[in-house]
């Protein structure tokens, strides 16, 4: 986007009352009401929340803005490490951990330069004021590539303080079946980048490894029972939803319900000995990204439903784990003109359902009519 569109778009979002911009996307719970948060971004990736109300909110480029609560003009934050802003590499997930205010520590995963390319790499700093200070890269890929695609670099916290942290395969399947090498994984890690005691294989050559066999994993969510669930993009047809378990293998190349974009077949078809199967899938695929379990704050009726933004076909995605549904579950789509290219999805402290429309260079909160 250029800058002439980006103070066009400012210059409109000025003008217009906030009301006058919410839209209605009707929905099995009744009408819900989207409303614009901040509007006149580039491409943003992941959205958090701080315990106070504020949130930060990150940009593929390389940018990360912290926004008072509610919204409005939010604040530059400098010190943010260099990122490869090439194909699908930039500045990623930003996670917040749950004892913020006693450390004012964040994390932030990206895509490092390096030579021959980039590598996936996770930091964490100090947020202090309008920038971030002892900044600390505890994690970053060996072996760089030149591929642009499939980074990974999503984050979530689980309930004892560890870390974990997508990573693709970048474009190659078969590292995601090697144990010793970083892609195709879901790690997990001590907040220093170090491997806990009870990682399936801690002494081994990838010690922070958690969960193996995934090609490109865009969603991480907890839900109320503490249970880990991933999602990831398939090929053509194949996208996922996994219940991750520690040391498991779920597939990626061997297995997969896909087909390579020449049509050809992947691997050895749907299911082997050993590997795990995906508690949902999407033929055509629907680009999954973002991911939470909702708490039914708001809506009671969706308590332990699951939200997931779709980059290819703009909608947010409402799944049913209790309802049966083509690729396993059911889904409902919540569409309007305001879920282009949905990045991210979150729960808001209010139990509101917040996310980023990359197509519309915003962020929208959805939420009962009233509420």
């Known amino acids: 986007m250029g800058l002439t569109s980006l103070l066009l778009r400012g210059l409109m979002a000025a003008l217009l009352p906030v009301a006058a911009q919410a839209g209605t996307i009707a929905t099995s719970a009744g009408p819900v009401v989207v409303t614009p948060v901040v509007r006149g971004l580039e491409e943003p990736w992941s959205l958090a929340f701080l315990s106070d109300g504020r949130f930060l909110v990150t940009e ?31 500045l990623f997930d930003v996670l917040v951990p749950r004892d913020f205010a006693d450390r004012s520590e964040i994390l932030l995963s990206y895509a490092a330069p390096a030579a021959g390319g980039a590598s996936t790499a996770l930091a964490v700093a100090r947020l202090e004021g309008d920038r971030l200070s002892d900044l600390r890269v505890i994690w970053r890929m060996a072996g760089p590539t030149d591929s642009a695609v499939h980074f990974g670099g999503r984050l979530a916290e689980l309930p004892d303080g560890t870390i974990l942290l997508t990573i693709g395969e970048r474009g190659e399947g078969s590292p995601a079946q090697d144990r010793a090498a970083p892609r195709g994984k879901v790690l997990r890690l001590n907040r220093d980048g170090s491997a806990p005691a009870d990682n399936p294989d801690p002494k081994g050559p990838l010690p922070q490894m958690w969960t193996y066999g995934h090609r490109n994993p865009q969603g991480l969510a907890l839900d109320p029972q503490g249970r880990v669930w991933e999602s990831e993009h398939g090929a053509q047809g194949g996208d996922e939803i996994n219940l991750l378990m520690p040391g498991r293998n779920y597939g990626w190349p061997v297995i997969a319900y896909g087909r390579n974009y020449d049509d050809s077949p992947i691997g050895e078809g749907r299911a082997k000995a050993g590997m795990e199967q995906p508690r949902h899938y999407w033929d055509p695929s629907i680009a999954p990204s973002g991911h939470i379990v909702y708490s039914g704050k708001l809506w009671p009726e969706w308590k332990g439903d699951h939200f997931l933004g779709s980059l290819k076909f703009d909608y947010v995605s409402h799944m049913d784990p209790d309802a049966k549904g083509p690729g396993g579950w059911a889904e409902e789509r919540l569409q309007g003109p305001e879920t282009g290219r949905v990045r991210d999805v979150r729960e808001a402290p209010d139990g509101a359902i917040w996310f980023l429309s990359v197509q519309e260079g915003a962020v929208f909160r959805m939420a009962p009519e009233g509420r």
Do not use: H, N
């Open 60 to 90: 593929r480029g390389g940018r990360l803005t912290l926004y008072p609560t509610g919204g409005g003009k939010g604040q530059p934050i400098a010190g943010v490490p260099k990122v490869w802003a090439q194909g699908q590499g930039g």
